[in-house]
Protein backbone atom coordinates (compact mmCIF):
# COMPACT_ATOMS: atom_id res chain seq x y z
CA UNK A 1 0.00 0.00 0.00
CA UNK A 2 1.24 3.16 -1.05
CA UNK A 3 0.05 6.34 1.28
CA UNK A 4 1.19 9.20 -1.24
CA UNK A 5 0.74 9.62 -5.23
CA UNK A 6 4.17 10.65 -5.61
CA UNK A 7 6.22 8.31 -3.81
CA UNK A 8 7.64 6.55 -6.50
CA UNK A 9 10.48 4.86 -4.87
CA UNK A 10 7.75 1.75 -3.76
CA UNK A 11 5.67 1.92 -7.36
CA UNK A 12 9.62 0.96 -9.24
CA UNK A 13 9.57 -1.75 -6.97
CA UNK A 14 5.71 -2.72 -7.67
CA UNK A 15 6.77 -3.98 -10.94
CA UNK A 16 8.75 -6.86 -9.24
CA UNK A 17 6.30 -8.36 -7.79
CA UNK A 18 4.47 -10.86 -9.20
CA UNK A 19 0.66 -9.97 -8.96
CA UNK A 20 0.82 -6.88 -7.44
CA UNK A 21 -1.29 -4.12 -8.07
CA UNK A 22 -1.35 -0.39 -7.82
CA UNK A 23 -4.41 1.77 -6.31
CA UNK A 24 -4.67 5.18 -5.43
CA UNK A 25 -6.67 6.90 -2.83
CA UNK A 26 -6.69 10.70 -3.64
CA UNK A 27 -7.35 12.93 -0.32
CA UNK A 28 -5.82 10.00 1.97
CA UNK A 29 -3.29 10.45 4.20
CA UNK A 30 -1.89 7.60 6.47
CA UNK A 31 -4.22 5.81 7.64
CA UNK A 32 -5.86 4.44 4.36
CA UNK A 33 -8.17 1.66 6.59
CA UNK A 34 -9.47 4.25 8.79
CA UNK A 35 -9.69 7.12 6.13
CA UNK A 36 -10.98 5.40 3.18
CA UNK A 37 -11.55 1.55 4.84
CA UNK A 38 -15.06 1.32 2.20
CA UNK A 39 -12.08 1.21 -0.81
CA UNK A 40 -9.85 -0.21 0.78
CA UNK A 41 -12.16 -3.56 1.71
CA UNK A 42 -13.34 -3.15 -1.92
CA UNK A 43 -10.19 -2.99 -3.40
CA UNK A 44 -8.73 -5.87 -1.12
CA UNK A 45 -11.68 -8.22 -1.93
CA UNK A 46 -11.75 -7.42 -5.89
CA UNK A 47 -7.67 -8.50 -5.54
CA UNK A 48 -8.21 -11.58 -3.55
CA UNK A 49 -10.93 -12.88 -5.70
CA UNK A 50 -8.63 -12.36 -9.03
CA UNK A 51 -5.82 -13.95 -7.10
CA UNK A 52 -8.05 -16.92 -5.98
CA UNK A 53 -9.66 -17.66 -9.63
CA UNK A 54 -5.66 -17.42 -10.93
CA UNK A 55 -4.81 -20.21 -8.40
CA UNK A 56 -7.99 -22.19 -9.49
CA UNK A 57 -7.62 -22.23 -13.73
Known amino acids: ?5 N ?3 FVE ?3 AIPGAEL ?4 GCGHWAT ?3 A ?3 NY ?3 LFYS ?5 QAA
Not at 1 to 5: G, P, Y
Open 1 to 5: MIEQR
Open 7 to 9: DGR
Open 13 to 15: ELG
Open 23 to 26: RVLD
Open 34 to 36: IER
Open 38 to 40: KQV
Open 43 to 45: AMT
Open 50 to 54: RQRSS
